[in-house]
């Protein structure tokens, strides 16, 4: 199987989208906002079309439309939660604004296609470069705002009482979710993020229990990361593609995963930090 490039190039791209899909899941799912990564990625659709319309790589239109996608969500803050209606018929107005771009290009039928489920095993040398940027900027920029993050999840009020710039954090963690929305979607597709950004997230939180967030983090990134190179190998092994097969492991973990008892409400997290 590794004698081939492309399986090279496909394992190095799902290693690269895994680890840092997974402890980003995780604070989403931890944040209640795992519809912001599919809302995401259905904005992305419409970048990365317009990108192949103007001639440009649609990887950049996907980053371009999701960053500021997820900078615009996170302004919006609270004024966004509850609007499923609003966020639904957005969806569906991106989708179909990208189909409309693909219309004037229908030679790029095979690259809609590719961008609504994906195509792992076509990730070249350039693209997985990108990825890999994209992952080391999406993992160094929450490491930075790890500890304010971690606070206004699980203690909004108390955090804002602390002075700690709740908005802000909001801002740039939906910043970061959306890199890493784009680079799941070369992976997965943008119809099915899900399932490398909140299906390991979901089963991590499920298995981890109160051992912490750190480890549940870590856990999410290896189940992501697990999953995905399963996902490979029985693709490789029966010609089927590799976003089902991603898929249907991601959703077996997670039906595993409930069998044990549910993980206690989001709330309940590390104790406050003492007042000064």
């Known amino acids: 199987m590794f004698s081939f490039g492309f399986m090279i190039n496909a394992f190095l791209a799902t290693t690269a989208v895994a680890l840092v899909a997974g402890p980003v899941g995780y604070v989403l ?58 966020i639904g018929l957005v969806l569906a107005l991106s989708l179909g604004l990208g189909l409309l771009f693909l219309h004037f290009f229908t030679a790029y039928a095979s690259q809609a296609t590719a961008l609504l489920f994906g195509n ?98 870590a856990l999410s990134a290896a189940l992501a990361l697990l999953q995905g190179w399963g996902g490979l190998v029985l693709a490789y092994e029966t010609d089927w593609p590799a976003s089902f097969w991603i898929t249907a492991l991601s959703g077996a973990c997670y039906g595993l995963a409930l069998l044990r008892r549910p993980f206690r409400s989001r709330r309940r997290g590390p104790d406050p930090l003492p007042a000064r």
């Open 120 to 217: 792992v095993f076509g990730v070249d040398r350039p693209t997985l470069l990108t990825l890999a940027g994209l992952g080391l900027v999406t993992l160094a920029g929450l490491a930075a705002i790890a500890r304010p993050l971690l606070f206004a999840s699980l203690q909004p009020e108390l955090a804002e009482a602390r002075g700690v710039p709740v908005r802000l954090v909001s801002v740039l963690f939906l910043g970061l979710v959306a890199l890493a929305t784009a680079g799941c979607a070369q992976i997965i597709g943008v119809l099915l993020v899900f399932t490398l950004m909140v299906a390991p997230a979901a089963t991590a939180q499920r298995l981890s229990g109160r051992l912490g967030i750190g480890v549940g983090m």
């Open 29 to 86: 799912v931890l944040r209640q906002q795992s519809f912001a990564g599919h809302a995401l990625s259905h904005v992305g659709f419409t970048g990365a079309t317009g990108a192949v319309l103007l001639g440009l790589p649609p990887l950049w239109g996907l980053v371009g439309m999701t960053l500021l996608a997820g900078l615009a969500m996170g302004l919006l803050g609270e004024r966004l939660a509850g609007r499923d209606v609003a």
